[in-house]
């Protein structure tokens, strides 16, 4: 199991910005997909943002494109997600994922997860 440690989070006034940050001591990240999902109250966890393993492919939900920035630093064992203009829709808690398969946009995809951080964007 790949330990993930999600930080970054907190309130911000919309049209503002956060970096997220996910930490693990798994020795073979650079072998791993990473992915940012998140869950706001009362809805389904939805996917937001993926990585490969080398950060050389990013996919992202329609919802975020052009505000969110995913990528990772793999001699630091870091994934970051980096968001601007954010909006009251973006508020959620936050989950890094992780994946020895190919990067997937599902749930499913994914077999290690983060506890979560949560982000508050207010209006």
């Known amino acids: 199991q790949v330990p993930l440690v999600e930080s970054g989070g907190g309130l911000v006034q919309a049209g503002g910005s956060l970096r997220l940050s996910c930490a693990t001591s798994?020795?073979?990240?650079?072998?791993?997909?990473m992915a940012w999902f998140r869950q706001a109250p009362g809805k389904e966890r939805e996917f937001v943002a993926a990585i490969d393993p080398r950060g050389s492919r990013t996919n992202y939900a329609d919802s975020v494109k052009g505000r969110f920035t995913i990528s990772r630093d793999n001699a630091k064992n870091m994934v970051y997600l980096q968001m601007i203009s954010l909006k009251p829709d973006d508020t959620a808690v936050y989950y890094c994922a992780a994946t020895q398969w190919p990067m997937g946009l599902n749930i499913a995809d994914y077999n290690d997860w983060g506890q979560g951080t949560q982000v508050t964007v207010s209006s």
């Open positions: 798994e020795r073979s990240f650079g072998m791993y997909a």
